[in-house]
């Protein structure tokens, strides 16, 4: 287990993610995906957290300590971020099902050139 | 070590496998299910990574909440069995993806990280890891922080001292965040207007 | 000044606000046209043509834009060079005022964008200020395009939309132009009197956009402007499809600020490029002058042969601006003098073609030339008032096409005398694009339809007297404008490289 | 969190705090046309605030590093997260100013609907929260937070028609908006990863040592920047993060789309300054060929695809590419070049300078548009630009406004636009990208043609009724209002030309 | 000494005449027209005498130096305009007045009636102004300008019944051929003010035309040298290219014959006294200049002879009278030019004055004519003789003087030219001379034999039917045209192919026989013409006769005037232009053998006209000479020199191949380019909007495939 294994980890989970939020047609697959690729990014940024010198980390460790837990911050901020993005995803999701009878993205196409 | 490395390759395993599952799986209902199992995963990563707390919440808000919230909205749509087809794009959206891919992992191996140096690995564990855990003083002296004036800076560089104290502005900011994002779903998921037609 | 600037504005507003009733509107235009022109014309008088008088005069300036990264002044005044043209502008505002009196169509709109036309080409003339001259430069496009695309005929549209990209094609060089001469550090402004000054400056000067470049870029806004070839084909369109006192001003002034511009800019402000590209702007007049005469004689509708014919008399200022090119000897203002000569001789010149053709059309309904034919025995006063203007066009003694015709030749013959000989071969093609003109729809057995066709009415004719008047003037006593042109550009034949 | 730092962040607090009186006031107040002025009156507290605020920074550059009105001896814990400067206030005025004019000319709108008015006003109010904070953020976490806070209430109200155009422009905001959040907040990690910090200051100290061959000095580096750029270049609809913006401006609703087009792409531009400038003004150069590419491109998409649109607000969606386009021509002019090698980069504040004027004279003009939109619209209850036909014979006035605007986005002068333009392109000059000017002035004239069709329309095709359009009296006041600024920013510019080299000033690196 | 004003008065009188007339008789008393005439009449009787007083005042040798009004300040040049009398503007101004007086009393009668009476004399009066300006020019461009006005006028009058499409045509014709004469005219002025400067550095000013003539004296004889060599052969051949197109030279003599379109008085005027007299003016205005260089006098000589014999060849076939005498016209300017080409200076300002007595006699008289026929065709006229008298008289006059016939004037003066051609005078080479002088021997004898038979086909014989007959015939023509065509048609499988050009002009093909005039002199009466139309007749005629000997006695100094009184007085004048004289023109005695020879040739000239034509009694149906054949149609053709011009040059070459190219690369390339440029713009946009699928996903495809080329194009740059 090393920095780059995780970071390597976390970038297929990031492409699939991406794969998948390109690739479905079903808008809450594609809510999951997207939550996999915040979920990837969760991973990196912890990952990074663990392994990476914060800022300024060898002039006075104990000025800097709380900058070993940026990382971790940040992915909570992330992952509550999330969960607004779900429950307003389920909103829109919910608004689309109903006037349009469908939650496949290709059908709702109603909008373009 | 050989026990991390199993669990971080088992771990790694079942999450990538899992992921997949999400995005190829056609019946939507278990490619929710193996969401679940690949937040799960990840929430292991965490524990792995010094980042208990956070594995505490990735279980209880990912694959708690907003896992059961996904899988009511799944079961509140039709198609649910074969609900979850490709569309057209697949041959560019595999292609972008792992472009992206190769594109990280050539960054994830060719940066010259500034990594912490051995000697100060356990202190950041330590400090890491007092976010969820109590910090016995030897502990602390194990790993290098002699001095009373580190030993107290470590034990109140918790996370949550952090959120109401360098992070407050984003923590108040978040939750205005999630108020509206609240009031814009309920907003969306009111009833369509008697009368009214598409 | 301000005054003569923004009286035609002050009426259009008040026309859109208060003035009620066509009858009233159509009075009330008048007035402010002739006010306007007595305003232009007292500014002319006004003008101090004594030895050692300011170079700019009348001038009005307030603090616009006191900011230090964009530092504009609210700038007007006139020069030699631009007071006949401001007289102009207001003696052809009057005449297209007045020759609208029979338009019926949103007759409030109509005059409310002709008067503020006037207001700009005013600006354009008079302003002392690169931003502010900008902007009455494009102010200019709207009406225009109003007047050609709502009291046009045929593809009015097209043609609108034609003109208009056209022209802030152009003018969108001549912003980036104008840019780089506010940045280049020895100039730093928009003041033109200033810029005017610095010219020579700017021959050693390190800037932004090569020197050639800037010039370039100028000279491709009011090229299109003037037009010359290869850049004219709006210019054809759009005078066809406009209603006369559109096509009056157009061809009036608006092309002159072309010219005004190629003159106050390119020359005025890059000498020593103006004379190192000599030789291109005599290539550019000489071929407009015989391509433009050359397809004039193909045309078959009346206002675009005689647009095709401006092309022509257009490409002379550019060979009068090339004349600057001399190689030896001394050069004399004779070429610029001619240059804006021509200027103003072509718009009286043109906007009595277009004034009769407009009265043509008005009655005969057609400018189709094989549809025309023996209207002189009908419309005397039109046929003889196109027939002056024909004459004065092609450069006939005692009117005023051949003053500056003369001027033009005279001075680019000293600097290039071969394409000088071919651009005077243009005379006589224009002598046969005219005159042929003439035979086809004037001379010749009258048409049984046209039987009862009526001349020019007094209203209508009022115009046409003024403008044969100025010809005619002119062409008697030219120094009246050439002595005043003389004194605006003198200053520039100083800083040229082969002059002073 | 002493009561210095409440000071610091009290507009934001006061707006959220309007944001929620106002939804509460919705449970209350039985005449919902009131919910308006409330909404109108909530905006008086961040207003007032942020002028306090305004007066209070006279001598310091910093509100959070201290102030006259409430010292304070500790450093504040905000101090990572938040400058309030006068570059985050002009901001707060724009902001303020955009949500004002937009409330008022919703009011004719949202009380079509029947319910959930008061949740309408709100989301604003929250979305212009957000904003707001954006403008201030100094910190990768705060930035992300408020980037999201701003997108979310609009993603919630380009939904909130209830009609399947409405709810299929929501979803693509929200999905192309997540996609790309989600790339920006791996460039985020990635640029954390590489520096060890959030804090652009810091940031920029580490970016300062970073040595390389290759473009930002380093692989992280490089993604990381161009991964947090899709964020910003989704918020800015700059190509080619642009896809979604003409959809959602067909599908949304009119004043949200105003407001998305005005607020959200100012404070946009003012983050992208914020960061760029301030956080990696040592690899400028290489960023700086990135915005002069993106600018051209998007001039150049948005202008030719503008041409053939039949919808009006679709076509303003292109429209909105395009200035895009044309600001991060600004962008791209406040660096340049110098030093022996011409590797050293040389801060211009003529170009941010410039981008903060636009933006003001953008918004000015793009508000009176969307207005005029808005007032047309609600009347002859169609978007399409073949049924503009004839309202200068049934609302002259609305159409002389409307044609007006359409002038000053072409950049005629002498409207606010125009002044912006040539600021912008004075600045590109000034920073050596002479082409990019000339590709912007090219891409103005071409722009010409799709304005001058709608004038065209309204002026010269006939009108199919007589009916004459009547507009309540507080669309005339916004109406009047924004046009006013756009004419009162054309013909004297020297006010907010002020204003913006002022606000600069925080930007120096 | 006759004061300045008079002179100018000599100008500003018929200057005035036709303003008065243009803005006051004619807008506003038009009922009144005969107001138009009689003051027009009355003033040129004034300017008349005030020549008359000119004259006697240049006789005495008065000092005639005017002050000059600046008019237009160009560079280091001033034009200034100002008068200029010396021997040469006296004896011009006399032709200019007394033949345009008498030719306005002619038109009071012959124009009577006509609707544009007072237009009429609008213009004649312009016509009248302009020339006089001409001659009393002291600076060039002055002149230039006088130059252009008198084409215009020509050109109103001639194109004066302008619904007749011939006229228009022939109008459009005349100022534009000579419009291509006065380009080289123009680049010779244009050439002096490029040396202006060097003007300037001898005190002279370029334009000042007693400053041009001393400028081109060389150095060597004390002159200024300021032009010289090649470029004074230029300026001096630029100057011919101006006067060979009012003169009518060959090649731009094309428009003279076509000029007859305008009614008669104006022919007489532009033939006899005005606009052709112009160019041969001007030649003598800067002979002091011309003379020195040899290239160009013998240029203008040869040009002058050959046209000569041309014009003369084309009078042999003409059935017009008025086409006759046209190139007649032009044949006898060939004589003057001529003998300006050789160096007798004299004599053909001598030749001009005579000619413009007898030659608007003989015009005068072709309207008398045309008055009573209704026609100017011979073949309708004939036996005239028995009807109108007096016209008979003074036709046959005018003929004999033209002929050169002892003792009628033109025989005095076409003399002068032989003798000055057949002794060479130094000036050109002596080749020019005995070339010029074989041809113009040759003119002779034709001048004779078109005279001849002008005379005979009008007076002598049976009438034959005048105007009425004629439109009768040409009816039947018609018909039978029109029957032709449509028998072509029926053969033809295709019709052919309609061009879509207008016609550049009427056909010249057809002018020459259709009627002329045929609106103003309706139908035929015979009789004589008024009073007021003979009497100017009637002292033209007197002055053929007399003028030629008076003006310059051969033998003696009889009646008080000096032995070749005229020829001195214009040499003397042109001696007293500049200090020294190139050259060694001089006067040569009247010489017996010489003049013999001549006669003789006007006498086998007139041999053999009789011999073909006394006695036809149907001269209608054929004329002799179609006997020549292929020559006759050549020259009835005007050896197809306007076919050329009109059909080949102009309409073919000109105008639908050139000017079609380039009306097509502007419609096409320069149109095209603009169009297709907006067409690319409108439709790439669409193009590029189709990406615009609706498919958000593709939207978020596009994000990333942007960010990843941004990348990539990061890596490798």
């Known amino acids: 287990m090393s920095l780059e294994a995780m970071l390597i980890i976390a970038a297929i989970l990031f492409a699939i993610g991406l794969y998948g939020s390109l690739a479905r047609r079903n808008a809450l697959a594609v809510l999951m995906s997207i939550e996999l690729m915040f979920n990837a990014v969760n991973l990196t940024l912890v990952a990074l957290a663990k392994y990476v010198a914060p800022f300024a980390l060898d002039e006075d460790l104990a000025e800097n300590l709380s900058g070993v837990l940026t990382g971790q911050v940040f992915a909570v901020f992330i992952i509550t971020v999330a969960a607004a993005e779900i429950a307003l995803g389920l909103g829109i999701v919910f608004a689309m099902y109903r006037n349009t009878e469908s939650v496949d993205l290709t059908e709702v196409a109603e909008l373009r050139n | 070590m050989l026990f991390q490395d199993v669990v971080f390759w088992i771990l790694g395993i079942v999450a990538i496998g899992a992921a997949l599952g999400v995005v190829l799986i056609k019946d939507l209902f278990r490619a929710a299910l193996l969401l679940v199992l690949v937040f799960v995963s990840v929430a292991g990563f965490f524990v792995m990574l010094n980042a208990e707390f956070l594995a505490v919440v990735q279980v209880l808000i990912y694959a708690g909440a907003i896992s059961i919230l996904i899988i009511f909205a799944v079961m509140l749509t039709k198609d649910v069995q074969r609900g979850n087809m490709p569309n057209r794009l697949q041959v560019p959206a595999v292609l972008f993806a792992a472009l992206l891919l190769s594109v990280l992992v050539i960054v994830a191996v060719d940066t010259d990280w500034n990594l912490i140096s051995e000697e100060d690995q356990e202190k950041v564990s330590l400090v890491q890891t007092s976010a969820v855990a109590n910090i016995e003083t030897e502990d602390l002296e194990a790993s290098g922080l002699t001095t009373d004036s580190e030993q107290a800076a470590a034990r109140e560089s918790g996370l949550a001292d952090l959120l109401i104290g360098d992070f407050v502005l984003p923590f108040e900011a978040v939750s205005v965040l999630l108020l509206a994002a609240l009031i814009g779903s309920l907003v969306l998921m009111r009833p369509r207007p008697p009368g009214s037609t598409s | 000044m301000t005054a003569t600037v923004f009286v035609p504005a002050a009426g259009a507003v ?487 | 969190m002493s009561a210095h730092d409440l000071y610091v962040i009290s507009p934001y607090l006061g707006m959220a705090g309007a944001a929620l009186l106002v939804i509460l006031l919705d449970l209350v107040v039985t005449r919902k046309g009131l919910l308006p002025i409330f909404a109108f009156l909530g905006l008086i507290a961040p207003l007032t605030l942020s002028l306090i605020q305004a007066f209070d920074l006279d001598d310091s550059l910093n509100l959070v590093k201290g102030s006259e009105l409430l010292a304070t001896s500790d450093p504040s814990v905000l101090l990572n997260s938040l400058s309030v400067d006068r570059f985050a206030l002009f901001f707060n005025f724009l902001v303020l100013a955009a949500a004002g004019l937009v409330i008022m000319a919703s009011t004719d709108y949202v009380r079509q609907m029947d319910r959930y008015q008061g949740e309408y006003y709100g989301l604003i109010l929250f979305s212009a929260t957000g904003m707001m904070l954006l403008a201030a953020a100094t910190e990768l976490i705060t930035i992300y937070i408020a980037v999201e806070l701003s997108t979310m209430p609009l993603v919630a109200l380009s939904a909130f028609m209830n009609t399947a155009k409405s709810s299929e422009a929501g979803m693509k905001f929200l999905i192309v908006g997540a996609i790309s959040s989600a790339l920006m907040l791996y460039g985020m990690a990635l640029i954390y990863g590489f520096t060890g910090t959030t804090t652009l200051s810091e940031i920029a100290t580490s970016v300062g040592n970073v040595s390389g061959d290759i473009p930002f000095g380093n692989y992280a580096l490089l993604v990381g920047v161009m991964l947090l750029m899709v964020g910003f270049g989704f918020k800015i609809s700059s190509a080619p993060f642009q896809m979604w913006v003409p959809d959602v401006y067909e599908g949304g609703p009119t004043p949200v789309i105003a407001f998305l087009s005005v607020a959200s792409k100012a404070v946009a531009f003012a983050i992208l300054l914020r960061v760029f400038f301030s956080g990696f003004f040592d690899v400028s150069l290489d960023w700086a060929s990135l915005f002069a590419a993106l600018a051209a491109a998007s001039m150049i998409i948005g202008n ?25 021509v600004g962008m791209a002019a406040g660096v340049k070049a110098t030093g022996a090698d011409g590797s050293l980069p040389e801060y211009l504040s003529v170009g941010p300078d410039s981008v903060l004027f636009y933006l003001g004279a953008y918004a000015a003009a793009n508000l009176t548009a969307f207005f005029a939109i808005i007032a047309i619209g609600n009347r002859i209850g169609s978007d399409r630009i073949e049924d503009y036909a004839g309202i200068a014979r049934r609302s002259p006035v609305l159409a002389a406004i409307l044609a007006l605007a359409l002038a000053a986005l072409i950049g005629v002068p002498p409207t606010s636009i125009f002044i912006g333009k040539l600021y912008i392109f004075t600045a590109a000059v000034n920073a050596d990208l002479v082409w990019l000017a000339i590709v912007g002035v090219i891409s103005s004239v071409v722009s010409a043609y799709y304005y001058i069709r709608i004038i065209r329309v309204m002026f010269l095709q006939p009108a199919t009724t007589e009916e004459r359009i009547s507009t309540p009296p507080a669309s005339w006041a916004a109406l009047g209002i924004a046009g006013a600024a756009m004419l009162f920013i054309g013909i004297a510019p020297g006010f907010v030309l002020d204003l913006s080299k002022i606000a600069v000033g925080p930007l120096t690196p | 000494m006759i004061p300045e004003a008079a002179i100018w008065a000599i100008f500003f009188l018929p200057l005035g005449s036709f303003l008065v007339i243009g803005l006051i008789i004619r807008p506003f008393f038009n009922q009144f027209s005969i107001l138009s005439g009689l003051l027009l009449v009355a003033s040129l009787g004034v300017a008349l005498v005030f020549s008359v007083w000119t004259l006697r005042s240049v006789i005495l040798g008065h000092e005639m130096d005017f002050e000059v009004f600046q008019w237009l300040q160009v560079g280091s040049a001033t034009i200034e305009l100002g008068l200029l009398v010396d021997q040469l503007t006296a004896i011009m ?625």
């Not at chain 3, 609208?100 to 005013?122: I, N």
């Not at chain 5, 052709?276 to 290239?295: E, H, K, N, T, W």
């Not at chain 5, 102009?650 to 380019?673: C, E, H, K, P, T």
């Open chain 3, 14 to 500: 008040t026309i859109l606000l208060l003035v009620k009733g066509d009858r009233n509107i159509r009075l009330f235009a008048v007035a402010v046209a002739l006010a306007d022109l007595v305003l232009s014309l007292v500014v002319f008088s006004l003008f101090d043509q004594s030895e050692g008088a300011d170079r700019f005069q009348l001038v009005d300036k307030f603090s616009w834009i006191p900011s230090e990264s964009l530092k504009a002044n609210f700038f007007l005044g006139v020069d030699g060079l631009s007071a006949p043209l401001v007289a102009l502008t207001g003696l052809l505002g009057f005449c297209a005022i007045v020759a609208s009196m029979h338009v019926k169509l949103r007759v409030k709109e109509y005059f409310f964008w002709l008067l503020l036309l006037q207001t700009a080409v005013m600006g354009v003339f008079s302003t002392l200020d690169l931003l502010l001259f900008f902007m009455f430069w494009e102010l200019e496009l709207v009406p225009m395009y109003m007047l050609i695309s709502i009291w046009g005929s045929g593809r009015k549209e097209y043609s609108a939309m034609k003109f208009l990209i056209f022209t802030i094609l152009g003018s969108a060089f001549m912003l980036v132009a104008i840019v780089a001469v506010f940045l280049t550090p020895e100039l730093g402004t928009f003041d033109m009197t200033q810029l005017s000054t610095k010219g020579t400056i700017l021959v050693s000067a390190g800037v932004l956009i090569p020197l050639s470049g800037l010039f370039w870029l100028f000279f491709v806004a009011f090229a299109i402007k003037l037009p010359t070839w290869p850049v004219h084909s709006w210019l054809p369109d759009a005078h066809t499809d406009a209603p006369t006192a559109a096509s009056v001003m157009l061809a009036g002034v608006l092309l002159k600020m072309g010219g005004y511009g190629l003159l106050r800019f390119n020359v005025g402000m890059f000498p020593s490029q103006t004379d190192r590209f000599a030789w291109a702007l005599i290539a550019l007049g000489v071929v407009s002058v015989l391509y433009g005469a050359v397809v004039t004689m193909r045309q078959t509708d009346l206002k675009r042969l005689i647009a095709f014919s401006s092309v022509s008399h257009m490409g002379l200022v550019l060979i009068g601006i090339g004349s600057v090119g001399i190689s030896e000897g001394e050069l004399t203002v004779t070429g610029l003098n001619g240059a804006a000569m021509q200027l103003f001789t072509h718009g009286t010149i043109t906007g009595l073609l277009f004034l009769g053709v407009g009265l043509v059309y008005d009655k005969a309904h057609t400018r189709y030339i094989p549809d025309l034919g023996g209207l002189a025995g009908r419309m005397p006063i039109v046929a003889g008032a196109i027939l002056l203007a024909g004459l004065a066009s092609l450069g006939l003694p005692g009117l005023s096409g051949f003053v500056s015709e003369l001027l033009v030749f005279m001075g680019a013959f000293r600097a290039y005398a071969w394409p000088t000989v071919l651009a005077v071969l243009g005379i006589v093609l224009a002598a046969g694009y005219i005159l042929w003109m003439m035979e086809r729809a004037f001379f010749g057995p009258r048409r049984e339809r046209f039987d009862h066709l009526t001349d020019a009415t007094l209203v209508e004719a009022i115009p046409l007297v003024i403008m044969v008047i100025t010809i005619v003037g002119i062409g008697f006593y030219p120094s009246l404008l050439t002595d005043v042109f003389e004194i605006g550009l003198a200053p520039m034949l100083d800083v040229l490289p082969g002059g002073g």
């Open chain 4, 304 to 328: 030719l695809v503008a041409i053939g649109q039949t919808n009006i607000r679709r076509l303003f969606g292109y429209s909105t590419i395009a200035h895009a386009g044309y600001i991060l």
């Open chain 5, 93 to 717: 101004l006399i032709v200019v007045t007394g033949v345009s007086l008498l030719v306005q009393i002619y038109s009071l009668g012959y124009m009577k009636g006509d609707p544009g009476f007072s237009r009429y004399f609008a213009y004649m009066a312009l016509f009248t102004a302009s020339m006089l300006g001409v001659v009393l020019s002291t600076n060039i461009i002055q002149l230039y300008a006088f130059w252009e006005l008198v084409g215009v006028s020509s050109y109103l009058l001639i194109g004066f019944w302008h619904e007749r499409p011939a006229a228009a045509a022939a109008a459009k014709k005349a100022f534009i051929i000579t419009r291509i004469g006065d380009v080289g005219f123009l680049l010779a002025i244009l050439y002096l003010f490029l040396r202006a400067d060097d003007f300037a550095a001898a005190g002279l000013n370029a334009f000042h035309i007693p400053d041009i003539w001393q400028a081109a004296q060389p150095v060597a004889i004390g002159g200024v040298g300021a032009l010289g060599g090649a470029a004074l052969t230029w300026f001096a051949l630029g100057i011919f290219s101006g006067a060979a197109g009012k003169s009518g030279q060959f090649p731009l003599h094309s428009w003279l014959p076509d000029a007859m379109e305008g009614p008669t008085p104006v022919s007489a005027l532009i033939h006899a006294a005005t606009m052709v007299a112009a160019g041969v003016f001007l030649i003598a205005r800067f002979y002091p200049v011309i003379q020195q260089s040899s290239d160009a006098m013998s240029v203008i000589a040869l040009i002058g002879a050959f046209t000569a014999v041309m014009a003369a060849t084309m009078g042999l076939v003409m059935n017009d009278i008025k086409r006759v005498m046209a190139y007649s016209t032009v044949s006898q300017l060939g004589y003057m030019m001529a003998a300006l080409g050789v160096g007798a200076y004299s004599a053909a300002l001598f030749h001009l004055f005579t000619h413009a007595t007898f030659k608007a006699l003989l015009f005068l008289g072709a309207g008398s004519v045309n008055h009573a026929t209704g026609t100017f065709n011979m073949r309708y006229m004939g036996g005239l003789v028995r009807h109108m008298k007096i016209t008979y008289v003074v036709m046959v006059i005018g003929a004999l003087s033209l002929m050169g016939i002892i003792p009628f004037a033109g025989f005095w003066s076409k003399d002068e030219i032989i003798v000055g051609a057949w002794y060479s005078s130094g000036l050109v080479d002596g080749w020019v001379n005995r070339l010029t002088f074989i041809m113009l021997l040759v003119g002779i004898v034709l001048t004779a034999f078109y005279t001849f038979r002008m005379i005979n086909m009008t007076f002598h014989g049976e009438f034959r039917g005048g105007i009425d007959q004629e439109l009768a015939d040409l009816a039947a023509a018609d018909l039978a045209a029109v029957e032709q065509a449509e028998q072509e048609r029926a053969n033809q499988a295709q019709p052919e192919p309609v061009s879509p050009l207008p016609p550049l002009s009427a056909s010249p093909l057809v002018g020459q026989d259709a009627p002329h005039e045929a609106g103003h002199a309706s139908g035929v009466h015979l009789a004589e013409s008024p009073m007021v139309m003979l009497f100017p007749m009637l002292v033209l005629a007197v002055a053929a006769v007399i003028s030629g000997y008076l003006a310059n006695p051969q033998w003696g100094e009889g009646f008080g005037i000096p032995r070749h009184w005229i020829s001195e007085f214009l040499l003397h004048g042109l001696e007293g232009t500049v200090p020294v004289l190139a050259g060694h023109i001089e006067i040569h005695g009247f010489s017996r053998s010489l003049a013999t020879l001549s006669t003789v040739g006007a006498l086998v000239g007139i041999i053999l006209a009789a011999a073909l034509y006394m006695g036809r009694r149907e001269s209608r149906s054929r004329d002799p000479l179609e006997a020549a054949g292929m020559v006759h149609t050549l020259l009835s053709q005007k050896y197809y020199v306007d076919a050329l011009y009109e059909n080949v040059v102009v309409r073919s070459a000109f105008y639908r191949f050139f000017v079609g190219i380039v009306d097509w690369l502007d419609r096409n390339i320069v149109d095209g380019v603009v169009d297709t440029l907006g067409w690319i713009f409108r439709n790439l946009g669409p193009m590029i909007g189709r990406a615009q699928t609706g498919q958000v996903q593709s939207y978020g495809g596009v994000i990333v495939l942007g960010s990843l080329l941004i990348i990539l194009g990061f890596l490798l740059s």
